[in-house]
């Protein structure tokens, strides 16, 4: 019978709050039998995987915040990621196809029920298969509706995005800046600085790690107030921001990457919401999985092809 020996990743107990240690995350050694999987599952060797901040809270053994469901104990972990079918029960996959699944194993190989694939990758489309889970993923995804769908700037609009420099912060701000916006954005090192000045094409950024007093740094970036703000980090930077808003701003809330390893008692507090009111601004939280056309997204036939492909 044919075996494969794999490592997988599975949660040993939960973390509610500091940072998830081996503790929590434990690395196992299994062996798999490649002809006993159920019908329609396949068996996928892992290529690339998401490691995103929300699984930070699938693993805090407590329902909140972005209410995704948590992970049970002693499972394998599992994200967005493309893998080869290697062994598969299911007419519509044959060894050697290149799939997308948003439960991919953190295992060098798994078996996944075939309903779980979103898509399969044609070899001959020219992308490269980490962009399946970049900007054909949930960062571009998360990008395009925070910036397309809730903020859509028009041209002109000062725009500022936080975590900048990550995967969602990246494709938010070239997306604002084909609006013909002034887009400025904050990280946490010179070097990424440089790399959003240089590489990602923001007008602006600033380091919150050196500029600390985050209202003087937004008075000097923002001489004009911000139209739209892609919120990634919450807290502080969320307050602040909040002082400088423009009637009718916008603030898409995509995440609030500042808190995630807190319980929410211990969170910063946002003190001025005050200022939402008197100024008439519009503060939408979102998550790109509830949205159904994110699936279509996914499978490349759903929306919005066009502009995807316009981006690449
Ligand atoms: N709503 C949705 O559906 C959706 C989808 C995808 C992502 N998100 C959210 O979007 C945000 C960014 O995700 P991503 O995929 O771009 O993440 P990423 O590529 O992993 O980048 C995350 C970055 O956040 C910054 N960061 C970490 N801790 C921080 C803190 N305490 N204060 C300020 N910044 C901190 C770090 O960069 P620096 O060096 O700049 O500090 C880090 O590299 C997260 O909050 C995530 O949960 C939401």
Known sequence: MAVVESREWYLASYAPEGIPTSDHLKLRTVTLSLDSIPERHVVLETLFISVEPYLRSRVTGREDGLYSPQFNLNEVLSTFGVGRVIRSKDGDYVEGDIVVSPFTPFAE???VPSHLLTRKVDPNDGIPLPEYISLLGVPGFAAWVGIEV?????????????????????YAGQLAKLRGCRVIGSTGSDEKVKLLKEEFGYDDAFNYHTETDFDAA??????HGIDVYLDNVGGKMLESALNHVNKNAKIPLCGMISGYNKVWTEREGVRNLLNLIGKEVNMQGFMVFILASFWGFCKGDGEPPKARQDWF
């Open 109 to 111: 190989y798994g078996v």
């Open 150 to 170: 809730i903020a859509d700037p028009k041209p002109g609009s000062n725009v500022f995005i936080s975590a900048a420099a990550g995967a969602v912060g990246m």
């Open 218 to 223: 937004l008075s000097n970036y923002f001489p």
